[in-house]
């Protein structure tokens, strides 16, 4: 008998757990996020970026760390996604590379394939939309996520 209170009990634990991340909007988008990115396109401060770069812009999530890289320059770090929001934000923090600890704030959109972002540099508002103007700072990132 108590083996079987145990294997239910066991069993009622990871249901629970599986409804959790189910129910947590944080947690399923983080899963929808997990994977290798490719970049698409990106703008920085009005200007958009060559398509000889772009081919060496790579980001891949794990969970709440990333790692950016950018050619040989490897960015790492952590970030927190809010998708209640309208838009949805995300803040980074960079590990390792330059502005390191200096929190980047940003919006995103997200879909199975695609993710685009607009990050202001260190110190600066929250961009309210996908928009990099010239003299801004901001960045706007599409990429498209790398088939396994």
């Known amino acids: 008998m108590k083996r079987v209170l145990t294997i239910v009990t066991v069993f009622a634990a990871g249901l629970m757990l599986a409804a959790d991340v189910k129910d947590d909007p944080v947690k399923k988008e983080l899963e929808k996020f997990n994977g ?11 200007k958009e970026v ?23 320059d490897v960015i790492k770090g952590t970030h927190k996604l809010d998708p209640t ?41 929250r961009p309210t939309e996908f928009i990099s103007k010239a003299g801004s700072g901001y960045r706007v990132i599409v990429m498209k996520r790398e088939k396994p």
């Open 85 to 125: 929001k309208t838009p949805k934000t995300i803040d980074a923090v960079r590990t390792e590379g330059p502005d390191k600890d200096k929190p980047l704030l940003g919006i995103y959109e997200l879909s199975a394939d695609m993710y685009k972002v607009c990050f202001a540099p260190p110190g600066k508002d």
């Open 50 to 72: 060559p398509k000889d770069e772009l081919e060496k812009i790579s980001l891949t999530v794990k969970g709440e760390e990333y790692t950016f890289r950018r050619g040989d």
């Open 36 to 46: 290798s990115w490719k970049a698409v396109s990106v703008e920085y401060d009005g």
